[in-house]
């Protein structure tokens, strides 16, 4: 069975360019997260999907930041226009739905550099 | 709002000898406790977790262990070798939100 996988692996862009990641979550789970580490700081939570719906999107920074999961598989996230401040390395992570917490699978991140 | 706190944020150990991560966390709501591994160029792995209804628990050279009164859970690693060497990550959890700590570098000296 395939892992969640994220592309790319590394970005490297300007300030004030477009950048959108992908995440493809292990197939059947219904639970989709985002998660941001800035160097040396910890695993900061931005937002999680169940399904298509935006269940809690209290992590993410600003309205720079836009992320979707049309029809409830993989899933995008965008950040537009990218600041000095938004590098670091993003992980997705997926995990099935049920009342009991249930182990979330990370992708590898992408390390993202904005110069 | 909710915290997790890890101690200590580098640790190096002589290869054999043992390793301990301590972590706190904020809400009390919390039940549900993973310790993941990361490797260099590697996403998090989860390597053992204990709920709210549980102590301690063990696994191999593993152990994890929870106080909820005090809001204190630890990673244990006993006869620590090489390949333990990588950044552990504590996290608390309610429902499915993780909150993780911010990491402990762990070296195992040869």
């Known amino acids: 069975e395939a892992g969640v996988t994220q592309f790319p692996s590394h970005s490297v862009i300007e300030k004030g360019q477009t950048v959108t990641l992908r995440c493809d979550p292990i197939s059947g789970h219904d639970n989709l997260y985002w998660y941001r580490r800035v160097m040396g700081k910890e695993i900061k939570f931005l937002l999680h999907f169940v399904k298509e719906s935006k269940q809690d999107e209290s992590g993410m920074p600003n309205n720079r930041f836009l992320a979707e999961r049309t029809g409830g598989t993989y899933s995008t996230l965008k950040v537009q226009p990218a600041e000095l401040e938004d590098s670091g390395v993003y992980f997705c992570?997926?995990?099935?739905?049920?009342?009991?917490?249930?182990?979330?699978?990370f992708g590898q991140g992408t390390r993202l550099t904005v110069v | 709002g909710e915290n997790v706190e890890q101690h200590p944020s580098t640790l190096s150990v002589q290869e054999g000898d043992s390793a301990v991560i301590k972590c706190t966390y904020s809400d009390s709501a919390s039940n549900y406790f993973p310790w993941y591994k990361q490797e260099l160029g590697k996403g998090p792995q989860l390597i053992i977790d204990i709920r709210s209804n549980v102590g301690e628990k063990k696994d191999q050279r593993i152990a994890v262990t929870l106080n909820k009164t005090a809001k204190h859970f630890s990673l244990h690693i006993t006869e620590t070798q090489p390949e333990d060497s990588a950044v552990y990550f504590c996290?608390?959890?309610?429902?499915?939100?993780?909150?993780f700590g911010k990491g402990t570098r762990l070296h195992i000296l040869p």
């Open positions: 992570a997926s995990s099935h739905l049920g009342r009991r917490n249930t182990e979330a699978f």
């Open positions: 996290a608390a959890s309610k429902v499915d939100k993780i909150i």
